[in-house]
């Protein structure tokens, strides 16, 4: 299996832009989470979705972050407009929803954001 | 809501000493997660406990779970360069309708001084 892929692995854009990041979950997996990691605030969940429905967006710093999966093999994470404070390294992971025992969290090897 | 947090953040140590992180969650969990992040890679999962005062073991790493489920370690012995990197525990959320999330730890980064 190719595993969970993320694009672009590395985005610098300057503020005001509009930023796409991208993630292909690994087939048959039926939960996709997107993460942010900064040096200050750690690993931040910021939205999650099974079976293609958003669950939990309450991490979503604010109105101009948006995610959709508009399937079960695709979801993108938007920045409009991209903000120096946004930099960070986003992650996208997924796994097929288990029961009480979770079971492991396949993580894609990150998009890494700088916006001047 | 749920929150894990694990001690210390950093730690450095000399090649051949041990090294041991400590996580404590909020909440009982019904399993705790550890997971591995290398200098710019992504955390990558290394093993969970399930069961009351379980004690597992990968070579050179233990991991035990609290009696009480709301805590958990992983003690490395004899570091290796190659155990350099943030370790992080991650604790499972029921988020409604049979789906669940994890909450992590901020990581325990681990520094080898050859």
């Known amino acids: 299996d190719a595993g969970v892929i993320q694009s672009p692995r590395h985005e610098v854009t300057e503020m005001g832009q509009e930023v796409t990041l991208r993630c292909k979950p690994i087939?048959?997996?039926?939960?996709l989470f997107w993460y942010r990691q900064t040096m200050m605030r750690g690993l931040e969940l910021l939205i999650y979705f099974n079976n293609n429905v958003p669950i939990d967006d309450s991490g979503m710093p604010e109105d101009r972050f948006s995610a959709k999966m508009p399937n079960a093999s695709f979801s993108t994470l938007k920045i409009q407009p991209s903000e120096p404070r946004d930099s960070a390294v986003y992650f996208c992971?997924?796994?097929?929803?288990?029961?009480?025992?979770?079971?492991?969290?396949?993580f894609g090897e990150g998009s890494r954001l700088t916006v001047l | 809501g749920q929150q894990v947090m694990q001690i210390p953040q950093y730690q450095h140590v000399q090649e051949g000493e041990d090294f041991t992180t400590y996580c404590n969650s909020s909440?009982?969990?019904?399993?705790i997660q550890w997971y591995k992040q290398r200098p710019g890679g992504h955390p990558v999962f290394l093993i969970q406990?399930?069961?009351?005062?379980e004690v597992k073991k990968q070579k050179r790493l233990t991991f035990q779970f609290g009696e009480a489920k709301k805590n958990s370690s992983l003690h490395i012995t004899a570091t290796q360069t190659t155990d350099v990197g943030t370790y992080f525990c991650a604790g499972p959320r029921n988020s409604g309708a049979g789906s669940y999330q994890l909450t992590f730890g901020k990581g325990t980064k681990l520094s080898v001084i050859p």
């Open positions: 992971a997924s796994w097929l929803t288990p029961g009480i025992y979770t079971g492991e969290l396949f």
């Open positions: 087939s048959g997996h039926n939960s």
């Open positions: 909440t009982t969990l019904s399993n």
């Open positions: 406990l399930v069961k009351s005062g």
